[in-house]
């Protein structure tokens, strides 16, 4: 293990404290070196950040799996001496052993197959399907959202005799917008249980890549393993960063990744049949046109910050394994009109950071209590606010044609317009 | 994530306009590798755009020690030097990015920037951002650099040439639609520019100079207005005047009737044409031009509000009692004068929030 790297990531962690990214990186390496009860910690720092963060459960699921069994075993060290005349050894065997850990010096066959081996300066993106536990019967409140994902989404899926009945098309995917960190992964993975799907989640960076072409290839090889594993739900996360507007990329290599996109979502190569396709964004405007338009993301769902049983549910969970007393949660839901869950989880830290600094000061272990509470509330601002600014803009100056009828009636009533 | 991976994701950020992501991308990238002089490029890069100018500054010159000849890391260091506003560094950054390259376009592009940004505008300047055409023609942003050159010499119509070539170029370049506007604005064209920076936020809702510069224009409005009726009253007022009613002799009060029945209807003639012009000129964008300033600008709205009854007192002066005149326009001037103070203060508040 580089000891510079490490000190140089846990620079940055100290530099960018909300980095959940960063804490997986580090933990990663501290795991590859056997310090697994750090890389632990590290993963549960990154899941407190980002709940749904997939590469930090994947960390835990690691760190927290028994150690391996060594796969070679010591082998005796025979003096060195002139073979018995009689031995034999099995050069198969040992052939076997070392199979796979070198490749022949030599290989035969078209360089351009790409089908079994790896062509020399391509890459394949890997692709993680997991499997989702969560339903949505584990989204606390946020009713308005899963009505209209039932009615847009699982109703049609789960009553194909209904759906051929009044001829609705399953073609196309949803699209889910709003603040930043108001559970729009958290409701992907729900449905994906919901419907007892496999569970696909994509962002730029696993598609991006920097040689030429290799980008659309990843995009390619992303929907052939979501049409693989087949009831699949595919999560595309950022969606604005994959599918910006190609007028705002021009010269970018960013156009292709777009340009493949398109043509996935439209099933060219391959059907889409048991694939659904779900999108998330905070910045819906950014999106390229073209994959809004009908049999693309043609559904929208506006995801709003939690409202009163969505925000008790989750202080609930993030004050379930802290030390509490006292806690009115009716107080805390009142007082975090417009928060949203990443917020909300932020203010449970500042306030167990408040009593564990006072408990160490103090060296008298104390509980977190409301006091505390109220604290953190007074010291967090909510982050929807600069969202919604941008949102009003879209709003007021953009085309009129109901695309965001369900944000301006919202911004209407929270007299924002 | 392997350094490449990083540093093309970071790219990809930058291009899309989110320099936060870019900055947690590279951030892993320099803590493998803090001498890798892309990772460092791309910092500095996205420092600039959050206009984090002294730790744009202090990574570009660490760049440039690392890379001296090259031209990259020196237009990078004359932006940084620019955003601290220290113009001799930056002037004699992009001075050296064209003796390096002189066959390159972006260093007559830069100089010609930061030379226009300076307010140092001369004969070279011209010549500069024209070299960067010549050098490439096929590209917008030397013609927009002209434009820009061309705006600063406050000669509308060539700048707006030099724009509407850019945009035959790159539709969607961001600036030359941005510096159109204001070329509008600034000819008193106010309804094409509220036009086409409405368009312009309706792509870019968060685009914040065209925010500003849409508060402008709504602003230069009414400042037309406000300008119309202060001069109606002046000269309806004119004849109680001591001075200019001895000169009139008894004139005054023959013409004094008369004249402001006159003013009163050509004021608000001269009220509905602007404001049937305005809206003719920015077409379906006027009512959501009209909405949205209550929503952005309260100050103006203040403002706006104030002139309606400056206008109301300065009509009504011939329909009121003989004698009542000096009152109603010294009303008039007093809320006038209200309105010229809100104006003022609404106009310092946003001198240091914005730039056009």
């Known amino acids: 293990m580089d000891t510079a790297v490490v000190e140089s990531l846990r620079r940055a962690i100290e530099l960018m404290p909300d980095d959940a990214t960063l804490r997986v990186h580090l933990g990663e390496l501290l795991l590859d070196a056997g310090n697994a009860d750090e890389a632990i910690a590290l993963a549960a720092s990154a899941l407190g950040i980002s709940p749904g963060h997939a590469p930090a459960r994947s960390l835990m699921t690691r760190a927290l799996a028994p150690p391996a069994a060594p796969a070679l075993q010591a082998e005796k060290i025979l003096p060195i001496s002139a073979p018995a005349a009689n031995a034999t050894f099995d050069w198969s065997a040992a052939e076997g052993d070392v199979e796979g850990i070198a490749q022949p010096m030599f290989v035969e066959g078209d360089e351009g197959d790409d089908s079994e081996g790896i062509v020399e300066g391509s890459r394949t993106a890997a692709f993680t399907v997991e499997n989702s536990t969560i339903t949505l019967a584990d989204v606390g409140g946020m009713k308005g959202v899963k009505d209209r994902l039932n009615a847009a989404f699982l109703a049609p899926l789960r009553n194909p005799e209904l759906r051929k009945l009044y001829g609705k098309s399953l073609r196309g995917g949803l699209l889910m917008y709003g603040p930043p960190g108001c559970g729009k992964t958290f409701i992907a993975r729900a449905v994906a249980g919901e419907l007892g799907a496999s569970f696909l989640s994509v962002s730029l960076a696993d598609v991006l890549d920097p040689y030429i072409g290799q980008s659309e290839r990843n995009v390619q090889e992303l929907f052939r393993v979501a049409r693989q594993s087949a009831p699949c739900v595919l999560f595309l996360d950022e969606i604005d960063a994959l599918g910006q507007k190609r007028s705002a990329l021009s010269g970018s290599a960013a156009r292709g990744t777009v340009n493949q996109l398109l043509t996935e979502l439209d099933g060219v190569d391959g059907s889409n049949e048991g694939v659904f396709v779900l999108a998330a964004t905070n910045q819906p405007w950014d999106i390229d046109p073209a994959l809004r338009r009908p049999g693309r993301l043609d559904r929208t769902v506006l995801v709003l910050p939690p409202d009163a049983p969505a925000r008790e549910k989750i202080f609930s969970y993030h004050l379930a394994s802290r030390p509490v007393e006292g806690i009115t949660l009716k107080t805390l839901v009142a007082a975090s009109e417009g928060f949203s869950g990443a917020d909300i989880a932020y203010v449970c830290e500042v306030a167990a950071e408040r009593a564990l600094t006072e408990s160490a000061t103090s060296g008298i272990l104390r509980l977190i209590n409301m006091d505390d509470l109220r604290g953190a509330l007074a010291e967090v601002t909510p982050s929807t606010g600069p969202w919604l600014g941008s949102a009003r803009n879209v709003v007021m100056f953009g085309e009129d044609d109901g695309t965001y009828a369900e944000l301006k009636a919202y911004l209407k009533k929270s007299r924002r317009l | ?356």
């Not at chain 2, 003796?99 to 260093?107: F, K, V």
């Open chain 2, 1 to 356: 994530m392997a350094l490449d991976d990083s540093l093309a994701l970071a790219e990809a950020h930058l291009d899309g306009g989110r320099p936060r992501d870019a900055l947690r991308s590279i951030s892993v990238a320099l803590a493998s590798t803090p001498d890798d002089t892309q990772a460092m490029g791309l910092f500095v890069r996205a420092q600039l755009e959050l206009e984090n100018w002294a730790a744009a500054l202090a990574a570009a010159q660490r760049l440039v020690t690392l890379a001296p000849d090259e031209t990259g890391p020196l237009i990078l260091l004359a932006l940084s030097y620019a955003g601290t506003a220290n113009w001799t560094d930056a002037l004699s950054a992009g001075r050296t990015v064209i003796t390096l390259d002189p066959h390159a376009w972006q260093g007559f592009t830069l100089l010609a920037h930061l030379q226009v940004n300076a307010k140092t505008v001369t004969d070279e300047t011209f010549e500069l951002a024209r070299e960067a055409i010549r050098l490439a023609p096929d590209l917008a942003e030397p013609h927009v650099e002209l434009g820009n050159v061309w705006l600063a010499k406050r000669k509308w119509a060539k700048a707006e040439d030099c724009y509407r070539t850019a945009l035959r170029i790159d539709p969607s370049d961001l600036e030359a639609r941005n510096n159109l506007a204001l070329v509008a604005s600034r000819r008193g064209d106010a309804g094409s520019s509220a036009a086409a920076l409405i368009e312009m936020l309706a792509e870019n809702p968060q685009s914040e100079v065209a925010l500003f510069n849409l508060r402008q224009v709504a602003a230069r409005g009414l400042q037309i207005l406000h300008l119309t009726i202060w001069g109606t009253a002046i000269i309806g007022w004119s004849p109680l005047n001591s001075t200019v009613g001895r000169l009139l002799g008894d004139n005054a009060t023959v013409i004094a009737g008369p004249l402001r029945a006159i003013l009163a209807v050509a004021v608000t003639v001269a009220i509905a044409l602007y404001v049937l012009w305005v809206r003719s000129r920015a077409g379906a964008q006027f009512p959501i031009f009209l909405r949205s300033i209550p929503a952005l600008d309260r100050p103006l709205v203040v403002w706006a509000v104030i002139l309606v009854p400056a206008y109301l007192l300065v009509v009504a002066v011939p329909f009121a009692p003989i004698g009542w005149a000096g009152a109603l326009y010294g009303s008039a001037f007093v809320t006038l004068a209200v309105g010229t103070i809100v104006s003022h203060r609404r106009a310092k508040a946003l001198a240091g929030s914005g730039a056009s």
